[in-house]
Each structure stands twice: as structure tokens, then as C-alpha cells.
């Protein structure tokens, strides 16, 4: 079993930045890819960023592109998701989730083995 538990959600104006972690506890967490996921009001859960075991590799939706920064601290075992320049329609719950390390390249909202409960994210104009 692994453990995630998510922090740094609140609400910021837009254009502003937050900083999410994600912290790991249980089986080793450099065993697991980490991704993040949210989910606004009335939609369905969306990939946003994924990061490699080891923290190599990443890959962002186009939605997160050149404005959020997935990262992790297998030390820490903690990944981060840093998020700049932030829009209303990033307005959502924000999960982290962790797969396999072999899983990476396949990685899918449905193939993830854990979840943590999620921190909310409020942008206000």
C-alpha cells in the first residue's frame, strides 16, 4: 500500500502561482511513476502532468504545458506540482496518483494503483 497525501491547494487570483505536494508514505515511492490529475465541478477526472521514477522523464497535457512543473524528491518522497500563470479553468480538485515504474509510458487515469483524496485549487478574476 502507498499512502499520498496531498497539500498546498487554496485559493489564488489568477495569473498567481501555488505550489502542490504530494507526500508519499508506505512501499518505496521511487518504485512508482507519479502523476497528477484534477477534476473540476461537472467534469471528469483529467491527466495534467507525469513524472518517471526517477524523475528523468515528463510529460504534460497541453492544458499544463509551459506553465505547470511536475517534479519529485524520492528522499522526500514527495512529488510537486508547480503551477504558474494560473486561469479560471484551472479551478479544480487536484490528485496525485502513483503506478508502477514500468507503467510510465502507458500511464492512465484508470491504470493508477493509488490515489490521494485531492487539494482544492480556487482561481477568482
Known amino acids: 500500500q502507498v499512502q499520498l497525501v496531498e497539500s498546498g491547494g487554496g485559493l489564488v487570483q489568477a495569473g498567481g502561482s501555488l505550489r502542490l505536494s504530494c507526500a508519499g508514505s508506505?512501499?518505496?515511492?521511487?518504485?512508482?511513476?507519479m502523476a497528477w490529475f484534477r477534476q473540476a465541478p461537472g467534469k471528469e477526472r483529467e491527466f495534467v502532468a507525469k513524472?518517471?521514477?526517477?524523475?528523468?522523464?515528463?510529460y504534460y497535457a497541453d492544458s499544463a504545458k509551459d506553465r505547470f512543473t511536475i517534479s519529485r524528491d524520492n528522499a522526500k518522497s514527495t512529488v510537486y506540482l508547480q503551477m504558474n500563470n494560473l486561469k479560471l479553468e484551472d479551478t479544480a480538485v487536484y490528485y496525485c496518483?502513483?503506478?508502477?515504474?514500468?507503467?510510465?509510458?502507458?500511464?492512465?487515469?484508470?491504470?493508477?494503483?493509488?490515489w490521494g483524496k485531492g487539494t482544492l485549487v480556487t482561481v477568482s478574476s
Open positions: 508506505g512501499r518505496t515511492f521511487s518504485n512508482y511513476a
Open positions: 513524472i518517471s521514477w526517477g524523475g528523468v522523464m515528463t
Open positions: 496518483a502513483a503506478a508502477p515504474r514500468g507503467s510510465y509510458y502507458s500511464l492512465s487515469r484508470d491504470g493508477m494503483d493509488y
